[in-house]
């Protein structure tokens, strides 16, 4: 068994440095939240599985490419010739403000139904990281994300979920009404502040708000809530009563799409080498430094001997 099985959609990405409206220069990788979990985790040694459906076509190579590239094992991923490999753009529009459009309706990856993943369930794995996305492509995949929560807490594996919100996609309530029935199944719960009222009714604009969010969290089931605070770094709460904050990295941002997924893939590596709770946060802050210190979502993520790079002073050059 690999230590983290993942599945969801990865697209081509097409990253302009200006306005798509006036022609900007493309350049062209690969990325889904999933994937980019996957590959933080690999990067750092640990065995990670991603299965998940592409198009027969070149976007569909890449992705796979990439992540064999990576060392991400594909074997349990799919080509379905009936439906292209989904599509982003992102316009980094101004200096500090990106745009996202997407082109993922009727997708190879929104064809996803329980079925397809069966056999990488059966494989088995130590952790089985979900995100919020893969529920919004569709009724399969939705499907699909609940019953690989069920097996996997039924076989005893942890079970880790990053709400990851996206509003393009689906409403908040949608959102809550999909995924608020997997809480039980859920060991790690990983959300951003904002996000906690999509899967807990008890976040309201009062002082504690997160507080009650968080606590609404432990008593439907979940074991561990961990809440990313962007650059302020991030806090843990268990069902225990234990409680960490850890606070982020200064480092200089650059682009900080896919910190979240760098995060997760940090907390998930913590929890493989049996590191305790504030560690864990620790090695997240780590990862989600690099994503946003560097550009794209995974490119500029770390190796395991890489980890304690970000510790050298400003403007080093190693030699
Ligand atoms: P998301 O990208 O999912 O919205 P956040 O913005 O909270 O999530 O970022 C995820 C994690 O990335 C943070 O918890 C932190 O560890 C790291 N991070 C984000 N922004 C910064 C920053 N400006 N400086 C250092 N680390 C950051
Ligand atoms: O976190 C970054 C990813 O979410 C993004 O690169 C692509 O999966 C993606 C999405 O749905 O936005």
């Known amino acids: 068994p690999v230590d983290v099985l993942t599945f969801g959609e990865t697209m081509l990405v097409a990253q302009l440095p200006g306005s798509l409206a006036v022609g900007a220069q493309a350049r062209t990788t690969v990325a889904g939240a999933e994937s980019n979990v996957a590959i933080g985790l690999a990067r750092l040694g640990h065995r990670a599985a991603w299965a998940g459906l592409v198009g027969d076509d070149e976007p569909g190579r890449l992705v796979l490419r990439t992540l064999r590239a990576e060392g991400v094992d594909i074997t349990r991923a799919a080509v379905r010739a009936t439906a292209p490999t989904g599509a982003m753009l992102r316009e980094q529009r101004v200096a500090d403000l990106v745009r996202v ?9 929104s064809l996803l139904t329980p ?9 088995g794995a130590r952790v089985l990281h979900l995100t919020g996305i893969t529920g919004a492509l569709g009724p399969g995949p939705l499907e699909a994300v609940g019953a690989a929560a069920a097996h996997a807490h039924a076989h005893g594996w942890t079970v880790a979920l990053d709400v990851n919100h996206r509003q393009r996609l689906w409403t908040a309530d949608e959102a809550g009404s999909a995924l608020r029935p997997l809480l039980p199944y859920v060991t790690v719960l990983i959300a951003s ?9 008890a976040f309201t604009e009062s002082a504690d708000a997160e507080e009650r969010a968080v606590d609404a969290l432990l008593e439907a089931g979940v074991r561990e809530v961990v809440v990313k605070r962007g650059g302020e770094g991030a806090a843990f709460r268990d069902r225990r009563g234990a409680r960490h904050a850890v606070a982020a990295l200064r480092v200089p941002v650059r682009d900080t799409v896919g910190a979240g997924d760098a995060f997760c893939a940090g907390y998930l590596s913590g929890l493989l080498d049996g590191l305790p709770p504030a560690e864990r946060l620790a090695r997240a802050n780590t990862l989600g430094a690099f994503a946003v210190a560097s550009d794209g979502d995974w490119e500029g993520l770390p190796r395991r001997d890489e980890l304690g790079l970000l510790a050298a002073a400003p403007g080093t050059a190693i030699r």
């Open 193 to 201: 502040g904002d996000e906690l009222p999509v899967v807990s009714d």
């Open 101 to 109: 459009h997407y082109w993922r309706d009727g997708s190879a990856a």
């Open 115 to 123: 079925a397809d993943i069966e056999p990488a369930l059966g494989d």
